[in-house]
């Protein structure tokens, strides 16, 4: 995760998810720095009352390139600038790549997914320095690209690029490239409206009585009031395992650009239906290609229930 409003509202509602285990929490350089983000990740954490979920601090920049931040959506502070009392608990003693292998080496064969919410940096850090991690994760799941299979999926960050692939293309390469199990759940339904948190829903979170609710209130305060509607995109990533009936997923074979002077980043599905799967170019990726309304619905009541 990489400490952006979103991603906390998404660790929330995986830490109070009983359909899902989080074992642990890395965080990565993305929407905030590292530091920033590691912060955030314990701040819900604490909030939630799982101290036994381990936050490991990652990557503190892009594999090959500097990093981008996401301030003017997410604020300094990546809370919205909330300005949320510290957190006591500290980071894991271990670096988020000892914490993923170890982890992973002491599951059993394929019974760990890692839903990434951020750039995909410490993925393939860990893909590249622990490749026979690679045999024990059941599936991948990421919040990222846009693939041009709705009339959302354009980009957000560049007309084509969406923000956590853009900010690290050549991890997004590695990872799509792994031959690991991969769904991503990218702008293409994230930021369909419908699915899109509105004044209304605001107003009902803050009428809702609670500390969650109080913090989603006060996280999502400043983009409602700038902006007046919110994108749930890591919370849809993170809910497509908590609620894998509200999910459809369509096979294509995806390409991530790294090099072009105006494509940098894109995650180029090849849609070309008429061609046998020989000739298409890229790697098998099962892209989102829609979520039930009833997503909007779960997220609120789980997320701010007291
Ligand atoms: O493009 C949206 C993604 O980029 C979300 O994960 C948001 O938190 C930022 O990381
Ligand atoms: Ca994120």
Avoid at 107 to 115: D, S, W
Wanted: hydrophobic share 40%; proline share 6%; charged share 25%.
């Amino acid at each position: 995760m990489d400490g952006g409003i979103d991603d906390a509202l998404a660790l929330v509602l995986g830490l109070r998810s009983p359909e899902i285990e989080v074992i642990g929490i890395t965080s990565v350089s993305g929407n905030v720095p590292v530091r920033q983000a590691t912060v955030n990740a314990l701040r819900v954490v604490e909030l939630v009352g799982r101290p036994e979920v381990w936050v490991a601090k990652g990557a503190a920049r892009p594999l090959a390139r500097d990093p981008i931040r996401a301030y003017e959506f997410h604020g300094r502070d990546g809370l919205g600038d909330s300005h949320l009392p510290m957190p006591q608990q500290d980071p894991f003693s271990k670096t988020a790549l000892k914490a993923m292998n170890e982890t992973l080496s002491s599951a059993k064969r394929r019974e760990v997914t890692i839903i990434c919410t951020g750039p995909l940096t410490n993925l393939a850090s860990l893909l590249t320095h622990f490749p026979e991690s690679k045999n024990r994760i059941e599936e991948i799941i990421v919040m990222g690209g846009a693939y041009g299979i709705t009339q959302y999926g354009v980009g957000n960050e560049t007309p084509v690029a969406e923000f956590n692939i853009y900010s690290d293309p050549e991890a997004a390469k590695l990872v799509f490239g792994a031959k690991v199990p991969l769904k991503t759940v990218g702008l293409d339904v994230t930021t369909i409206p419908q699915l899109e948190l509105e004044r209304s829903d605001y107003a009902r979170i803050r009428k809702e009585k609670g500390k969650f609710a109080a913090f989603a209130a006060r996280t999502l305060k400043k983009n409602m009031r700038l902006h007046g509607r919110f994108t749930l995109h890591d919370p849809m990533a993170v809910a497509s395992a908590i609620w894998p009936a509200l999910y459809e997923f369509s096979s294509y074979r995806v390409c991530v650009e790294s090099r072009g002077e105006y494509t940098t980043g894109m995650t180029i599905a090849d849609r070309r239906s008429w061609l046998s799967e020989d000739k298409l170019s890229g790697d098998p990726v099962m892209v989102c290609s829609h979520v039930g309304a009833r997503f909007k619905r779960l997220f609120l009541e789980r997320v701010t229930a007291a």
